[in-house]
């Protein structure tokens, strides 16, 4: 139903008209149940902070929809874990997620879509046992804790394998595409864990790619024959940065709405271009979505 009533809001938005409701339905329509504290938790599939939320107890969520508004911030920690079973968070821009000394799984396709901030702290730890974890270019993922995949793999110790061609790699710098699955028949995805990570420069994606995949113990790693910093001179990553400074986005007039505009980079030809998403405040609904090359 609520995919359905987003469609229809999204016309009535091209069409110029409002919607006239309470300002709380607003808010629950396009955010979800704001939660403001951790009891009683709320009942409904859709979910939104707003604030601060501190796990501080073994919590398990099942199916449901988590948006963390800009500004708010979920926090794990006093040794809690955080089980997700066919839940879906999504992280505004401005948002966080910080897995101070406790942890946060992923289990039965459960995901993370990040455009805010996620920290794991030393005492932290991430484990994707069956699910998505992606990283988009305006996102930022700083793993200092423990990162675990399918059959509880260290991910750390693969990822340490890019050190040993690039010994100026920091996962920070690059957009993260995480996926653990344990079962499947599928030639793309066969069952392990797979990361692909684009190098990016702000919230320039670049066509640099690093490949892991973890695949019955086995570690496949591909890469380019030179390390990033030997592509993206400094000349180079100052004149992306001149052209996304001059980019000017379509104007955006919607009630109710967040733009998030990112940048992906084709290094073979030179062409950069911009992409405009404009979602409700959930994350949900696409009002519109403009790809453009820059010149």
């Given at each position: 139903?609520?995919?359905?009533?987003?469609?229809?809001?999204?016309?009535?938005?091209?069409?110029?008209?409002?919607?006239?409701?309470?300002?709380?339905?607003?808010?629950?329509?396009?955010?979800?149940?704001?939660?403001?504290?951790?009891?009683p938790l709320p009942t409904s599939e859709d979910i939104s902070i707003p604030g601060t939320i501190s796990i501080t107890k073994n919590t398990t969520f099942t199916d449901k929809d988590?948006?963390?508004?800009?500004?708010?911030?979920?926090?794990?920690?006093?040794?809690?874990?955080?089980?997700?079973?066919?839940?879906?968070?999504?992280?505004?821009?401005?948002?966080?997620?910080?897995?101070?000394?406790?942890?946060?799984?992923?289990?039965?396709?459960?995901?993370?879509?990040?455009?805010?901030?996620?920290?794991?702290?030393?005492?932290?730890?991430?484990?994707?046992?069956?699910?998505?974890?992606?990283?988009?270019?305006?996102?930022?993922?700083?793993?200092?804790?423990?990162?675990?995949?399918?059959?509880?793999?260290?991910?750390?110790?693969?990822?340490?394998?890019?050190?040993?061609?690039?010994?100026?790699?920091?996962?920070?710098?690059?957009?993260?595409?995480?996926?653990?699955?344990?079962?499947?028949?599928?030639?793309?995805?066969?069952?392990?864990?797979?990361?692909?990570?684009?190098?990016?420069?702000?919230?320039?994606?670049?066509?640099?790619?690093?490949?892991?995949?973890?695949?019955?113990?086995?570690?496949?790693?591909?890469?380019?024959?030179?390390?990033?910093?030997?592509?993206?001179?400094?000349?180079?990553?100052?004149?992306?940065?001149?052209?996304?400074?001059?980019?000017?986005?379509?104007?955006?007039?919607?009630?109710?709405?967040?733009?998030?505009?990112?940048?992906?980079?084709?290094?073979?030809?030179?062409?950069?271009?911009?992409?405009?998403?404009?979602?409700?405040?959930?994350?949900?609904?696409?009002?519109?979505?403009?790809?453009?090359?820059?010149?």
């Amino acid at each position: 139903m609520k995919k359905l009533l987003s469609l229809i809001t999204s016309a009535l938005l091209f069409c110029g008209l409002s919607i006239s409701a309470p300002a709380q339905s607003i808010y629950e329509y396009l955010h979800g149940v704001a939660w403001t504290q951790i009891e009683p938790l709320p009942t409904s599939e859709d979910i939104s902070i707003p604030g601060t939320i501190s796990i501080t107890k073994n919590t398990t969520f099942t199916d449901k929809d988590i948006i963390i508004e800009t500004g708010g911030i979920l926090e794990i920690k006093n040794g809690a874990s955080l089980t997700l079973q066919s839940t879906s968070i999504f992280i505004e821009n401005g948002g966080t997620i910080k897995i101070t000394d406790g942890t946060l799984k992923l289990k039965n396709r459960s995901n993370i879509d990040n455009n805010g901030t996620m920290i794991v702290e030393k005492a932290g730890k991430l484990n994707v046992t069956y699910g998505f974890f992606r990283v988009e270019p305006q996102g930022t993922f700083i793993n200092n804790g423990k990162f675990t995949g399918y059959k509880g793999k260290n991910l750390n110790a693969t990822l340490s394998q890019i050190k040993k061609f690039d010994s100026a790699f920091d996962l920070s710098d690059h957009v993260v595409y995480l996926r653990v699955i344990p079962d499947s028949a599928s030639d793309i995805f066969p069952c392990g864990t797979n990361i692909d990570l684009f190098y990016r420069i702000d919230t320039i994606r670049t066509d640099y790619r690093y490949t892991l995949t973890l695949t019955n113990g086995k570690l496949n790693f591909t890469h380019p024959e030179q390390t990033p910093s030997e592509i993206y001179t400094p000349e180079l990553i100052s004149s992306l940065r001149a052209r996304v400074a001059e980019y000017d986005p379509p104007a955006e007039n919607y009630a109710h709405i967040q733009r998030q505009s990112c940048f992906y980079y084709n290094n073979k030809d030179g062409t950069l271009f911009a992409e405009g998403h404009s979602y409700f405040a959930d994350g949900e609904g696409i009002v519109d979505c403009v790809t453009e090359a820059i010149l």
